[in-house]
């Protein structure tokens, strides 16, 4: 049961549940931001402000999921958004300032999970960095960039199983879990049948910006231990 927050952006999540069903891993994988570069603090600006020839900075909006090693050695995936002042035409930043941070990590990634894939198995990192890439992408794919807009992928989140091994992933569907539409792959505590709705609450909670409420045991409230 997620949370009272959760509940109030749920009627507009499920207008989205169409949508973000139709994404799948690889399209959320592979659709990046624009490459951007900062201007150091200090640099001058390449752009002069004077001139008649300057373009107009455009000020946008994000939400970025980064990946950040902790101090025991483990890695989290955690959330902000931004604000930024950009060149339209060739995205170098010029300014960013952080509006809003998650007061709690998304998920902490801890195990490792074995692979058949030829780079070996996924580690906490990288399956850290993976993951929090493709959230970014999701969000940015499709406009949601305040902590409600991004609730709405939490929202038309299931539990399902997929190449055999259980996973949170994307759509309207229960039974259409593929690699296509999957978020993460569950590791082997997580993916018990008891303890697999609780991840699903826990992800959905924590990508709605909160930290649980009172209707959440403690072991259902975020971060999710992956």
């Not at 640099?43 to 980064?66: E, G, I, L």
């Not at 569907?173 to 082997?188: E, G, H, M, Y």
């Amino acid at each position: 049961m997620v949370n009272n927050y959760a509940k109030v952006i749920a009627v507009g999540a499920l207008a989205a549940v169409g949508v973000l069903g139709a994404i799948s891993e690889a399209q959320a994988q592979h659709f990046k931001y624009p490459e951007t570069n900062m201007v150091t603090e200090g640099s001058p600006s390449p752009v002069d402000w004077n001139s008649n020839r300057a373009v107009t900075p455009h000020v946008q909006q994000k939400m970025v999921f980064a990946c950040e090693a902790q101090a025991d050695g483990t890695y989290a995936t955690t959330a902000r958004m931004v604000e930024q002042t950009v060149d339209p035409d060739h995205y170098p930043v010029y300014s960013e300032e952080v509006m809003y941070e998650s007061p709690t990590a998304l998920i902490n990634w801890s195990a490792t999970l074995s692979s058949d894939n030829p780079k070996g198995a996924y580690t906490p990192e990288s399956r850290c960095q993976a993951v929090s890439a493709r959230l970014t992408n999701l969000s940015y794919a499709y406009g949601l960039i305040t902590p409600e807009q991004v609730a709405q992928i939490g929202e038309a989140s299931l539990v399902g199983t997929a190449n055999g091994q259980r996973v949170i992933f994307i759509s309207q569907d229960p039974k259409d879990a593929s690699t296509r539409n999957v978020i993460f792959t569950l590791k082997p505590d997580n993916a018990a049948r008891v303890e697999a709705p609780k991840v699903l609450t826990q992800f959905q909670t924590g990508i709605a910006g909160s930290i649980g409420g009172p209707d959440l045991a403690p072991g259902e409230r975020p971060p999710v231990q992956e």
